[in-house]
């Protein structure tokens, strides 16, 4: 991208991104996996998975703006209601019905931008299913139901492995697994920001992982610590080719060549904002975009995370200044692919155990179940929302109590639509999505081909 229309593209947008500075890269060097054959240099893929760690309170995220919604959603939430008059509306593409006009947490400047950008769009009460699910079958325990509902572990286990039996295998490693093969080095498909790996692990996938504490070995039983086990980055990568362990990259790609090209990808020109996590750790995922090609990689997937969502307290500060965080993040690492030029190429969406009940409790909300997330990207058809617009109120069809949704979308599908815009075959896509073939939708329609 020229820096003309660069330019252009940050005027459109309206926003600058925040002041930052280059986060330095580390590797758990016991995830790594066989190099395998590239494919060819123009087909490169990226799915970036941004967890919204506790909860996130989806009636705070996305609100109706029309009338008679925001009288009962006012009515309900009491001293947790946003203000009518900040809140951000959305323009659709298409028509909701009964009238409901959803507008955006007013914290989300970039992200409604990139909405009316048709760069990001919204999926609407999405959560873990086993099967498809009426508030009747849940009350009488009729079909099969998710393990430990509102739990924030088995919750966020369900999330990250589509609710299998199993909680060995995430659904992002299991994508992984399917696409292995494009990759010449296995190593870096699969890369997480956190010790929590579930999502990227899958049969033959293990994640990379990325910390911003320098280069560890194998030994270190304290994330961040720099003991003995502590080396730098060149004699970790130094390791990668002169290990006769299986699972070492063993293929003839220059070390000195790799170690230079993932230094100069630090350079990004996008700025990310020092002070939050999330946007430091989403610029390393785009510093290893930019190193793809000496990476021998045309498809990745990376796990990130914001932590701070299980609000059952003071939740108009605490979400306020959490959507600014996820905002920006999310903003930057937009303009940072477009700067790479694979704006095309890279998707990125959000998860979370659980929603937030749509009742207030004091000046906080509880452990729900369905609730709203983000795709963003080039390839997203934007500007729309996807699944079933929640009624808005208590004692609804979807009212499980205390107005926790009950997801009318499931994790088999979100995960399903995404996998196959990555290139996973209909023929696997059961295996990415264990309960997919209860479903009748395996296309949500938020991806283009």
Known sequence: MNELSRRAFLQRLGYLAGAGVVTPMAINLSAMNKATAATTDSDYKALVCVLLDGGNDQANTLIPIDTSNYATYRKIRQDIALDQSTLLPLIPATNLASGLKWGF????????????????????????????????????????????????????????????????????????????????????????????????????????????????????????SQGSDAMSFSEALSNLFTSSDDNAVTDSTNESMMLSAIEDAKTISTEFATENALAQQLKTVASLIKARDTLGVKRQIFFVKLKGFDTHNDLLGRHSTLMRLLDDALGSFYEATEELGVSQNVTTFTMSEFGRTFNSHGDGSEHGWGGHHFIMGGAVKGRDFYGEAPEIGLDTAIDVGEGAWLPTTSIDQYSATLAKWFGVSDNNLTMVAPNLHKFNNWDLGFMSS
């Open 105 to 224: 947490n007013p914290n989300l400047k970039r992200l409604n931008s990139l909405f009316h950008l048709r760069k990001l769009a919204v999926l609407q009460n999405v959560g873990s299913l086993v099967q498809p699910t009426s508030l009747d079958q849940y009350k009488n325990r009729s079909v099969a139901l998710p393990r430990g509902l509102f739990s924030h572990f088995t919750q966020k286990q369900n999330w990250q492995s589509t609710a299998s039996d199993s909680f060995r295998e995430g659904w992002g490693g299991k994508i992984g697994d399917a696409i292995l093969k494009q990759n010449s080095h296995g190593a870096f498909s699969c890369v997480g920001t956190d010790n929590d790996t579930l999502f990227l692990t899958g049969g033959n996938t293990n994640p990379l992982k990325v910390t911003p504490y320098g280069i560890k070995g194998t030994g270190s039983n304290k994330e961040g």
